[in-house]
């Protein structure tokens, strides 16, 4: 049955990874023949709580999909607005995502708001819970968030055990992160490696995405430095924009000597050039200290990369060791063994089979279809 759905999240003209996911989310939803609008903000975080260089994508905005520009996450009155402006509208369900407790006033108050309409299913889609850098008053701002919502959705086992320590009444599901298949179609290695004008002959490591502490670089740089990797050709990729100090990743290249052996893109990689590092790397490299769930390993899948992850959250959830690539702990020596092992002893192609059968499961029809289940189930 054809529904209205009301998705309240990041969208154009925000970037990152969940604007691009609640856009790719909005499309399967109307693929399947959904009337879909999505309420995005005119203000998202005060400049001062933004690590980056710009919250806004460059280009156009997208044709196919209706976004209008409504929530400010900092103004009350404004909160009340958004919430009685979307019952109005009386849609089917109200999906609202969530990932950070600094955003759960603003999320949680439309919420409730829009909840009393008794009609309107209003579910929450989590990234996080709890997040990885902890501040005072985030476990306060997620408890309000959770039990603001009919239902909710997470994505991995550690977030969905999270939500469920607020409030384990409310209906829920699993669904983990769908393929990030949004980024065009694949490339050779070989085209990726002209545009990113790189040696065709070195194999490469690929860290990607947004540097923060909790990525764990410090370790995977700690790791490339490992003795038994000089002398081959094989380097290491950061491509990325710092949301942490670069100052401590570059002092620490200079201590273990790796110059020659890391290519730095250090900026935000926009959608239309994902595919080429991607293409050009021969193993993707995710070695978290903490994690949930990883839109990174996603993107691997989509672009049948093999990985290397660390057993935090829900990354080993995803990535069967040895079938796809590597699980290890976040340890120093565990990731050099892993990269030693790698680079000695296998390519892409000895995983390739294995990606495969194991990025089926991961379909973007599951996710709407959980996100449906639950709504059905709320009150």
């Not at 992160?177 to 004008?197: C, M, Q, T």
């Not at 942490?244 to 250090?266: F, G, M, P």
């Not at 796809?324 to 120093?332: F, I, M, Q, R, T």
Request: overall charge neutral.
């Amino acid at each position: 049955m054809k529904k209205r759905i009301i998705i309240v999240g990041p969208a154009y003209p925000y970037r990152g990874g969940i604007a691009d996911f609640n856009e790719r989310l909005a499309r399967e939803f109307q693929r399947e023949g959904h009337e879909v609008l999505i309420y995005t903000f005119t203000l998202q975080y005060p400049g001062f709580l933004f690590p980056g260089t710009t919250q806004y994508a460059a280009g156009p905005a997208p044709e196919d999909l209706n976004i209008v520009r409504r929530v400010h996450s900092i103004n009350p009155l404004n909160w009340l607005k958004v919430g009685r402006e979307i019952r109005r509208q009386r849609p089917d369900m109200v999906m609202i995502r969530f990932w950070l407790p600094f955003l759960a006033p603003c999320l949680g108050t439309i919420a409730r708001v829009v909840r009393r309409d008794k009609r309107i299913r209003v579910v929450g889609l989590l990234d996080n819970v709890v997040p990885h850098e902890h501040r005072i008053g985030d476990r306060l701002f997620a408890r309000y968030m959770i039990r603001s919502l009919g239902g909710y959705v997470a994505m991995s086992e550690s977030v969905l055990s999270d939500a469920r320590s607020f409030d384990d009444s409310l209906p829920h599901g699993l669904t983990p992160h769908p393929l990030y298949d949004n980024f065009g179609p694949k490339v050779s290695r070989e085209e990726a490696i002209r545009v990113l004008g790189l040696d065709g002959d070195t194999r490469y490591i690929l860290f990607f995405g947004l540097i923060r502490d909790y990525k764990g670089l410090d370790l995977l740089l700690r790791a490339f430095a490992d003795e038994r990797l000089r002398g081959k050709r094989v380097k290491l990729i950061v491509a990325g924009e710092f949301y942490s100090n670069s100052d401590t990743y570059e002092q620490l290249e200079r201590e273990l000597h790796l110059a020659e052996h890391i290519v730095w893109c250090k900026e935000f990689v926009p959608a239309d050039k994902v595919r080429y590092y991607f293409a050009a790397a021969d193993l993707v490299a995710q070695p978290y200290k903490t994690a949930t769930q990883s839109g990174i390993t996603q993107i691997a899948y989509h672009f049948e990369r093999p990985m290397l992850v660390t057993d935090v959250g829900g990354l080993a959830e995803i990535v069967p060791h040895g079938k796809v690539g590597y699980v290890v702990k976040p340890d120093v020596a565990e990731i050099a063994d892993a990269l030693v092992d790698f680079v000695d002893h296998h390519t892409d192609e000895d995983y390739r089979e294995g990606i495969v059968e194991e990025k089926a499961k991961y379909a973007w029809s599951n996710m709407t279809r959980q996100l449906l289940d639950v709504a059905e189930k709320s009150s």
